[in-house]
């Protein structure tokens, strides 16, 4: 009777909860705030995130998520549990929910069993685990189904899956542990490198977001971000101010990593289905998809059409719905 159908992306930046007949009912980030000495869960999500770079020594702002991947089993467990009872779902014994759980296509089995481990501690009576891929694929609309094939490039916090889908599976894949977070670690290195500032994870995120680009030359609106953080030479406080072109210098070795992996998988796509996907194009899901200019970056690249899917963060988590369907 009070049983669920739960779909769940577990992303290395964020965690989506779909639930069968409501739709996507939570986007929070992946991070635990925790008591070092007792364990104790004080906060969880955007009130966690909040916490990062800023808590007191007795409490530790984790993220229980690295790669796409759990790097710390006990505090993904109370993430999950936390997220379902927000998500309206019921955890009692004997009720036993359904959770389609979603992990990067190039996980270990060791890895795999981690994940469904966690989530049948969470609560659930039924586990199934299904490549991250396959679920955007079904998120963004296109039809696997059939014998056309599709080609996906889905660009996360933790990993960028890129899949060939043809008659309900995947044809050819490949999964690189880079994604949004290698893109803010990188803005942080050319900061501290360029101006001798350090600054935090949540400042090279902002920074990615508003002035991050694919493209060499930057943004036509010329757009600039006001970098704050701490001088390296003085110690003191300081503000310095970067342009698209800047933060461009920062990422490109990542994204070009990123286009290697596209370039790769078609490659080695059989013919009639390489035939597909040019008169298709490819199609770009998850986060990292939205920074400005790659569409038509890696449009380029592969002399193919690219299109970014409609609302690509929630892709994932809408392709467990139409699994649970």
Not at 166 to 193: F, P, W
Request: net charge neutral; proline share 4%.
């Amino acid at each position: 009777m009070f049983a669920s159908e739960v779909g769940v992306d577990l992303g290395t930046a964020s965690v989506l909860v779909y639930v069968r007949g409501r739709g996507v009912v939570l986007s929070e980030p992946s991070v635990v705030a925790i008591e070092k000495h007792t364990g104790r869960r004080i906060a969880v999500g955007q009130e966690a995130r909040e916490m990062i770079g800023k808590a007191p020594g007795h409490i530790s702002a984790i993220r229980p998520m690295r790669d796409g991947v759990i790097a710390d089993y006990a505090t993904t467990e109370i993430m999950l549990k936390y997220f379902l009872k927000r998500a309206g779902v019921k955890t009692w014994p004997f009720v036993k929910n359904k959770v389609v759980v979603c992990i990067p296509s190039g996980v270990t089995e060791v890895e795999e069993r981690a994940v469904k481990q966690a989530a049948y501690k969470a609560g659930a009576g039924t586990v199934i685990v299904v490549e991250e891929p396959y679920a955007a694929a079904l998120g963004a609309g296109l039809d696997i189904m059939g014998p056309q094939g599709s080609l996906v490039v889905d660009i996360g916090g933790g990993t960028t899956d890129i899949a060939v889908l043809s008659l309900g599976g995947i044809v050819c894949k490949k999964s690189i542990r880079v994604g949004g977070d290698k893109m803010d670690e990188a803005i942080i290195r050319y900061i501290r490198s360029e101006h001798n500032l350090l600054i935090g994870e949540r400042m090279a995120e902002r920074i990615k977001i508003s002035i991050g680009s694919a493209l060499p030359e930057g943004r036509p609106d010329g757009a600039e971000a006001e970098v704050k953080g701490r001088d390296l030479i003085s110690g003191l406080p300081k503000v310095v101010h970067m342009n698209a072109r800047d933060a461009y210098r920062a990422t490109e070795e990542i994204l070009d990593v990123i286009i290697a992996g596209v370039r790769d998988v078609l490659e080695r796509t059989p013919p009639e289905l390489a035939v597909d996907i040019l008169n298709k194009g490819i199609v770009l899901t998850g986060g990292g998809s939205m920074i400005y200019g790659l569409s038509q970056r890696l449009s380029t690249e592969t002399e193919l059409a690219v299109f970014l899917a409609e609302d690509p963060v929630s892709c994932v988590a809408r392709g467990t719905g139409k699994l649970l369907g």
